[in-house]
Structure formats: C-alpha cells, structure tokens
C-alpha cells in the first residue's frame, strides 16, 4: 500500500509538467503585455519595455517556460501582474471560500441523491421511482448558471430571503450551495439507482433473503457496501470538478474564491495567477482521486490486497 502511494505521488510530477506546459503555451500564444498591465496605461512606454525585458517576456518561448519551471521547482511561482503580490498569497487568500462551497454542495449531493437513489431501487417501477427519474434528468441537464439565476430572482429579488451576493457570512453560501448540488444530487440519484438494481439481483443478496435477514440488513449491510465503489468515485471526481468547476457560480454570486481569481486573471492576461491557480487545482485534483482510490481498500478488502502486491 506504501509504495502504491509513493508511486501515486510520483506520478505528480508529469502532471505537474504536462499541465504547466499546456497552460503556459496557451497563455503565451495569446496577445498580452505584463510590463503595462503592472505599470498601468499611463506608463511610459519606455519604463514598460524596460520592466518587460526583466521579466523575460522578450526571452524566446522555451527559455521563458524553463525560466518558470525552475523557478516553480525552488517553489517561486512568480508574482501577480495584477496585483504585485505573491500568486499562492492569492490562492491561499481565496481557496477557504471555494473549498467550503465545494465541501458544502458534495456532502448537500450526497445527503439527497443517494438515499433517493437507494429508494427508488427498492421501489422500482413505483411512482416514487417514477418521479424521482423523471426530476433528476431535468436537473441533471440544467445548467448550473441558469440554476443560480433562478435562485437569485426567486429567493432574493423576489421572496427577499437570502442575500444575493457576496461571502460574508453563512447565509450568503445557502443559495450558491444548493445550486451546485442539484446537478450532483441528480446525478447521484441515477448511479445509485442503477447499481443498486444491479447488486440487489446478485445471488448473494438473494442467499442472504433467504437465511431471514430483514430487508433493510440486506439493503444496507449487503446490497449498499457493495454498490458504495462507483458512488465513491463520483463523489470524489464531483469534489475535484466542483473545486475547480464553481468558477460561474463564484461569478454569478460574485464570491470571492478561487475560481473567479481565475477568471479575472485570464481577463487581465494575469499569466503567473493563471499558471499557479491553474496548477494547484490540477495537483489538488489528483490528490482527491488517490484519496479515492485508497478509500476502496477500506470497502473491498481485495483491492487492498492488490495494493499490497505492487511493487
């Protein structure tokens, strides 16, 4: 199990470089000048090509991207165009808001989708079965910035119940949460409907029926532990997109996180937020999916011991 972690962590290290290299090509194909963007438009033009020569931006393509890896290797990733400041001072400054409302929408998912799911297999064909298909494919295939435009006019500009906009307080993170679980939850309700319909016609469960064990011992114990591996992953993968993917609902309620750091430092050709923003949430991303991955070991005892057998 050690060395599969090891050997995970390693694997960073590629990532880490193929994602750097991919972002930093796309970022410099694209029109920008760093020198004004940090001096301002009423700068001398002279001052700005001074201050762009040192920062490199003059220096050919493959010796401005060598510069940044060796930079980022001594962990200097260079500092904001924006705002002059070190980019992680940024990230760490605004990540608390994404990871709360990420953390927030995926346990929200979780509490509704899969009690729904695990329902509404065990009622098949019912009308609770029914109808909870039939709402979880309309939500599942709205979109999540047309969710929370709803949630706006409704709940705030209408009913005047939750504030609109912001992060200050507890209320402020109500609407934007449960606008990002909705999709989750709907999709979550599907998965664990159909892989608890496929677990509960195995032999086992039947076998199990058939000892006396009451139906909700076989739903729970048997039938649900062994449905919990393709639920886990979508919760985690959910985690990772959601971290990185409530950049239009941090937009639409203007909370100040991660992703729309991002989006305003792609509009300003921020190029140091962008490659260190962009990096973080790909390496944090990855993480989540080993955490994942281990979290199978404590499920299914055989995939520990085929953990336990790389080497």
Same mark, same amino acid.
Do not use: C, H, W
């Given at each position: 199990m050690t060395r599969y972690?090891?050997?995970?962590?390693?694997?960073?290290i590629p990532i880490a470089l193929g994602v750097t290299f991919i972002v930093f090509t796309i970022m410099n194909l694209t029109p920008s000048d760093p020198g004004r963007i940090m001096l301002g438009e009423m700068a001398d033009r002279e001052a700005v090509s001074q201050l762009n020569r040192e920062l490199g931006f003059y220096d050919p393509f493959?010796?401005?991207?060598?510069?940044?890896?060796?930079?980022? &290797?001594?962990?200097?990733f260079g500092v904001s165009f924006r705002s002059g400041r070190p980019v992680f001072e940024e990230i760490f400054l605004r990540f608390p808001n994404t990871l709360n409302l990420a953390f927030l929408a995926v346990i929200c998912a979780a509490a509704v989708g899969i009690p729904l799911g695990i329902l509404s297999a065990v009622k098949q064909y019912s009308h609770i079965d029914t109808v909870s298909r039939i709402i979880s494919m309309l939500f599942a295939a709205a979109p999540v910035f047309f969710l929370g435009m709803m949630g706006i006019y409704i709940f705030s500009l209408r009913l005047q119940w939750l504030p609109a906009f912001g992060a200050s307080t507890w209320e402020h993170f109500i609407l934007p949460v449960i606008?990002?679980?909705?999709?989750?939850?709907?999709?979550?309700?599907?998965?664990?409907?159909?892989?608890?319909?496929?677990?509960?016609? *195995?032999?086992?469960?039947?076998?199990?029926?058939a000892k006396g064990a009451s139906e909700r011992r076989v739903i729970f114990r048997h039938a649900l532990k062994n449905a919990l591996l393709p639920i886990i992953t979508i919760l985690g993968m959910n985690f990772g997109f959601l971290l990185g993917g409530a950049i239009l609902i941090e937009n639409v309620f203007s909370i100040?996180?991660?992703?729309?750091?991002?989006?305003?430092?792609?509009?300003?050709?921020?190029?140091? *937020? &962008?490659?260190?923003?962009?990096?973080?949430?790909?390496?944090?991303?990855?993480?989540?999916?080993? &955490?994942?991955?281990?979290?199978?070991?404590?499920?299914?005892?055989?995939?520990?011991?085929?953990?336990?057998?790389?080497?």
């Open positions: 972690v090891i050997n995970r962590i390693f694997l960073l493959f010796v401005r991207y060598f510069n940044y890896v060796a930079g980022a &290797v001594r962990l200097d606008t990002l679980s909705i999709p989750s939850a709907a999709s979550l309700l599907r998965l664990t409907r159909s892989t608890m319909l496929e677990t509960i016609n *195995q032999d086992y469960i039947r076998t199990a029926r100040p996180g991660l992703g729309q750091l991002l989006v305003n430092s792609i509009r300003l050709m921020d190029i140091p *937020q &962008v490659m260190a923003s962009t990096l973080f949430l790909a390496l944090l991303f990855t993480l989540i999916i080993l &955490v994942v991955d281990l979290m199978y070991s404590f499920i299914d005892p055989r995939i520990k011991a085929k953990y336990s057998k790389i080497k």
